[in-house]
């Protein structure tokens, strides 16, 4: 167990102090199987504040087990949540503005607080989460689904009223997109595999991260707006391919003085030596100056074999002239290190501007370990870096199953701010 020293102030609202004590909490062991966390880089000056969140899971008799943990700067684990009373994929792990923590498995949501007591669940019938739920500023969750009753799966999104608990809105990526299109992989059924979505404050739309073919932006109402992904096998949208020609809104990759790359580069079956295309991705984003932010897995990289590298990658879109640049990345230099084929995530970090980079699932080692590293932005300086190696991750090695250990993680305070 470990001591825990608290300082407890009682002040007003000009903060005047009106008493002052510390109180001491002697916490339990922690479970013998949560992983060892060692920190290989800390510069304190350069690092933003808070402590990290780690999206853990292990197998156990064929399913998944989740322990959402956070740890400080040096390593120690300062909270944990178990979650193995659900027997199944759960995520992913995100903090509410109230503080609280929101989560999913299958067609329940729910709001539980910092102590491990529910605060609410909604029902989604019809659908089933799957990847990604995010709050929107009215407090409404938008939720990454599958539909029921429809023979493809992974390619749907649904807003649910927070208060009402009713679906109010629904997307459905068949309709703008080319569901036919099996140039990374053949499967009619998990034909887009959406694994991330983001909210645009500044029109409504929404950014899907679409795994098996690309990232795309969508409106409010459901209208292809862009397509950010290789140019190689686009045609109709729509379940019956006499929809929408998709390939009009690919955008063209463009070097930094606007001038278009070749068509093996456009294609994807080529890099220039400033642009690469995502490859298999996760975790895209919009950052504040409006550029998109993902993590590549370099997934079947040109339409081949892996990458054997990852990189968190920038992306200045130009919605007007249907142009994207690459403006910055991470990760290639480091190559098998800290590659991570699946899962993973990245995130802009507020108040140094600083990126952080968590690769999921690595296995270089022959052991399974994840990474989180801070980089300095716009360089290339990693500013602090933690391995997190599992001591058994208990996979029983049936198909993917409980061999995804940190889906994502973040930086934040312990408590909400």
Not at 20 to 31: E, F, K, N, R
Not at 184 to 205: F, K
Not at 366 to 371: A, K, P, T
């Amino acid at each position: 167990g470990r001591e825990n020293e608290l300082i407890i102030k009682v002040s007003n609202e000009d903060t005047s102090y009106f008493g002052y004590d510390t109180l001491l909490v002697v916490t339990p062991p922690l479970p013998d199987f949560l992983p060892d966390i060692e920190i290989i880089k800390k510069q304190d000056s350069q690092m933003e504040p808070g402590w990290n969140l780690i999206e853990m899971s292990m197998g156990g008799n064929g399913y998944f087990r989740f322990y959402p943990l956070i740890f400080d700067p040096n390593g120690q684990v300062r909270w944990y949540m178990n979650l193995d009373f659900i027997r199944g994929w759960i995520g992913p792990f995100e903090r509410l503005r109230n503080g609280n923590w929101l989560w999913a498995h299958e067609q329940t949501v729910y709001e539980y607080d910092m102590l491990g007591k529910k605060v609410n669940s909604w029902n989604i019938p019809g659908y089933f989460q799957h990847h990604d739920q995010i709050e929107k500023p009215d407090g409404n969750l938008i939720i990454c689904a599958t539909k029921g009753g429809l023979d493809t799966r992974l390619d749907h999104f649904i807003e649910l009223g927070r208060n009402s608990g009713a679906i109010v809105r629904e997307w459905d990526l068949r309709q703008v997109l080319d569901v036919d299109r099996f140039d990374l992989v053949w499967n009619s059924s998990d034909w887009a595999h959406v694994n991330s979505v983001w909210y645009d404050e500044a029109d409504s739309g929404l950014l899907i991260s679409v795994r098996h073919q690309g990232i795309v932006k969508v409106s409010k109402n459901n209208q292809l707006q862009w397509i950010l992904a290789p140019h190689k096998g686009w045609g109709q949208a729509g379940p019956s391919g006499n929809g929408l020609n998709t390939a009009e809104y690919l955008l063209t990759a463009v070097d930094q003085q606007g001038a278009p790359y070749n068509q093996e580069v456009q294609r994807g079956t080529q890099d220039a030596a400033g642009f690469s295309w995502p490859w298999g991705q996760h975790a895209c984003m919009n950052l504040p100056n409006g550029n998109i932010f993902c993590f590549d897995n370099g997934w079947k990289k040109s339409f081949g074999n892996d990458a054997p590298f990852i990189r968190a990658v920038e992306y200045s879109v130009d919605p007007g002239q249907m142009t994207v640049e690459q403006v910055w990345e991470y990760g290639r230099e480091r190559g098998s290190e800290i590659k991570s084929s699946n899962i993973s995530d990245v995130d802009y970090l507020p108040a140094t501007g600083n990126r952080l980079i968590t690769s999921g699932n690595i296995r270089a080692s022959g052991i399974r370990e994840g990474r989180i590293i801070e980089v300095a932005y716009p360089g290339s300086e990693a500013v602090f870096e933690a391995v997190i190696r599992y001591k058994n991750a208990f996979s029983d090695g049936d198909g993917w199953a409980q061999n995804d250990i940190i889906y994502r993680g973040e930086r934040l305070p312990l408590y909400p701010e």
